[in-house]
Nanobody, 115 residues
C-alpha cells in the first residue's frame, strides 16, 4: 500500500520559514517524479514544485527563488523548504508521486502565514 504523509506545516509569521516533509512508503521517491501542490481556501489546487526521478527541479513563477524542493533517497522523503513566507502562501500543501500511470497523493499539511 502506497502512502505519502506530509508534515511540517504550521502557523508562521510573514517572512518566516518552514520545511515541509513528504514521507513515502510503498514506493521509492528516487524513481518517481515528485511534486508539491498547494490549495488556498476557495481556490483551485495549484502546482508549486517538481523534482524528477533524474533530479531536475522546476518551480512555479510565484515561488521561484523562495521555495526549494529536495529529496533524501535514504529516508525516502521529499522536502519543500519555504522561505520569506507571505500571507498569500497560506494553503494546504500536498505531495504527489507520479510514475507513468501511477499517481498518488498525500493528505496535505496546513501552512498558515499570519502575524
Amino acid at each position: 500500500q502506497v502512502q505519502l504523509v506530509e508534515s511540517g506545516g504550521g502557523l508562521v509569521q510573514p517572512g518566516g520559514s518552514l520545511r515541509l516533509s513528504c514521507a513515502a512508503s510503498g514506493i521509492s521517491v528516487e524513481i518517481y517524479n515528485m511534486y508539491w501542490y498547494r490549495q488556498a481556501p476557495g481556490q483551485q489546487r495549484e502546482w508549486v514544485a517538481t523534482i524528477t526521478s533524474g533530479g531536475s527541479t522546476n518551480y512555479a513563477e510565484s515561488v521561484k527563488g523562495r521555495f526549494t524542493i529536495s529529496r533524501d533517497n535514504a529516508k525516502n522523503t521529499v522536502y519543500l523548504e519555504i522561505n520569506s513566507l507571505k500571507p498569500a502562501d497560506t494553503a494546504v500543501y500536498y505531495c504527489r508521486a507520479q510514475l507513468t500511470i501511477r499517481n498518488y497523493w498525500g493528505q496535505g499539511t496546513q501552512v498558515t502565514v499570519s502575524s
